[in-house]
C-alpha cells in the first residue's frame, strides 16, 4: 500500500526533542506523527497516511465504546551503536496482532502492512529514537470505529500506531520486583481473551494491580480461574523460575496467558545457552517451598516494556516469602545481557531476528 505522507508542518524543535530524550520517562511524551488505516467491509483495507499526531474524530455511538472490540501492541524502535534503527523481531507482532484480531471478530491486517505502517512510522519521527540505554516504544493499536449500537462484529475499523520514547519502565533502575498475588481477582479464564491482547483484559487487571500497589508492591501476580493455584503471569509480563540445578520453569500458554515476544526469546536463547526450559505449570505454593528451601535460586518478570525484571519478594493475603539472592540473578542477567545485546547490535544477530528501518 502507498501511504500518504503529510509531514508536521510545526514538530517539536530540536532543542526540544534533545531535552525530552534526555529523560523520557514512559508513555507521557509522544513522537511528532502517527500513522491511521481504514477498513470496511465494502473496501478492505484503504486510506494509508502518515500525519501529524492529532486526536481521533469519532462518534458517541462508535462501537469500541460500547463493546471494546480494540486490540493493540507493543514493541520497540532502538538505535545501534552505530547509528542504526531496527526493529526486534515485528513479524511476531504482526502475527501476534492477527490472531487478537481473529478472536476479537475484527478483520485480519496483513503482516507486511503492519509492519509497513510501523516502518513509516519510524521512518518520519526517526530522530525520536534515542540513543544509549533508551528506545522509542511503539504502539501499533485497532478498534471499532463504525457508529452503531448492535450487538455484533463492526463493519469499520481504524488502525493506528504512535510512538514515544522510553526510559526504564520500572523506576528505580534494576532493583529485584516485590510482587503481589492476587487471591481475589483473575485476569482469564478458559474460552476467554487471555491470549489476546486487548484492552479489555488490562481493565480487568487494574483493581489488582492498585490493590497490589496499596502493599507496597511494583506488580500483580495472577492465578488461575479455576482453583486459584497455579501460577500464570504479572499484569502485563510473563514469569520465569530458575532451579539450583539451572534449569528453568515457565507457565505453559493454555490460551489464559499472553504469549510474550520476549518470552519466546528468552525460551530460545536459554536453550541455545545450554540450559533446559520447561514449559510446564507452577503452584503459588510450590513457589513459596522451593524459594524457602533453597530449591529456587531467581525468578524473574519479562515484557517489551521492561525486558527482564528479577523478583525479589512475593506478598500474599497467606503471608510473604524472599528470594534472598535476587540482587545476584546471573541467570536472568546473562538472559538479559544476551537479548539486550541483540536488539542494539553488540550480540551477534544469527537468528535473523533485528530488522534494520
Avoid at 530540536?14 to 508513555?27: N, V
Avoid at 530522530?127 to 470505529?145: C, D, E, I, T
Avoid at 450487538?151 to 534494576?174: L, M, N, S, T, W
Avoid at 478458559?190 to 486487548?198: F, V, Y
Amino acid at each position: 500500500m502507498t501511504f500518504t505522507i503529510t509531514p508536521h508542518a510545526s514538530p517539536v524543535s530540536t532543542q526540544a526533542r534533545e531535552k525530552t530524550l534526555e529523560d523520557p520517562g514512559f508513555g507521557r511524551v509522544f513522537t511528532d506523527h502517527m500513522v491511521t488505516l481504514r477498513w470496511s467491509t465494502d473496501r478492505g483495507w484503504h486510506d494509508g497516511k502518515v500525519t501529524a499526531r492529532a486526536p481521533l474524530a469519532i462518534d458517541p455511538a462508535c462501537a469500541v465504546l460500547h463493546y471494546a472490540q480494540e486490540i493493540f501492541e507493543g514493541m520497540k524502535a532502538y538505535r545501534t551503536a552505530t547509528g542504526e534503527i531496527v526493529l526486534f523481531r515485528p513479524e511476531m507482532n504482526a502475527t501476534r496482532f492477527a490472531r487478537s484480531a481473529e478472536r476479537l471478530a475484527m478483520p485480519i491486517l496483513p503482516e507486511s502492512l503492519f509492519i509497513q505502517a510501523v516502518e513509516e512510522l519510524v521512518r518520519i519521527d526517526k530522530h525520536w529514537v534515542p540513543s544509549g540505554a533508551g528506545s522509542l516504544y511503539l504502539r501499533p493499536f485497532m478498534f471499532a470505529s463504525e457508529a452503531f449500537l448492535g450487538v455484533r462484529p463492526a463493519q469499520e475499523y481504524i488502525f493506528c500506531v504512535i510512538a514515544c520514547p522510553v526510559g526504564p519502565y520500572f523506576k528505580g533502575g534494576d532493583k529485584p520486583l516485590k510482587l503481589w498475588v492476587s487471591d481475589q481477582y483473575t485476569r482469564a479464564a478458559p474460552g476467554g481473551t487471555g491470549a489476546a491482547k486487548c484492552g479489555g483484559n488490562y481493565a480487568a487487571s487494574l483493581i489488582a494491580q492498585a490493590e497490589a500497589t496499596e502493599h507496597g508492591c511494583d506488580q500483580v501476580v495472577f492465578l488461575d480461574a479455576a482453583e486459584h493455584r497455579w501460577i500464570e503471569e504479572l499484569g502485563g509480563m510473563n514469569l520465569f523460575f530458575v532451579m539450583n540445578d539451572g534449569s528453568i520453569v515457565t507457565p505453559p500458554l493454555t490460551g489464559t496467558i499472553l504469549p510474550g515476544i520476549t518470552r519466546t526469546s528468552v525460551i530460545e536463547i536459554a536453550r541455545e545457552l545450554g540450559m533446559t526450559v520447561s514449559e510446564a505449570p507452577y503452584a503459588l505454593e510450590q513457589w513459596r517451598a522451593d524459594a524457602q528451601s533453597g530449591k529456587l535460586s531467581e525468578a524473574f518478570a519479562c515484557g517489551t516494556a521492561a525486558v527482564i525484571a528479577s523478583i525479589g519478594e512475593i506478598v500474599s493475603s497467606s503471608g510473604s516469602f524472599r528470594l534472598n539472592k535476587a540482587h545476584e540473578s546471573p541467570v536472568a542477567k546473562k538472559l538479559k545481557e544476551q537479548l539486550v545485546g541483540i536488539q542494539r547490535g553488540s550480540v551477534a544477530d544469527s537468528r535473523g531476528w533485528v530488522r534494520k528501518v
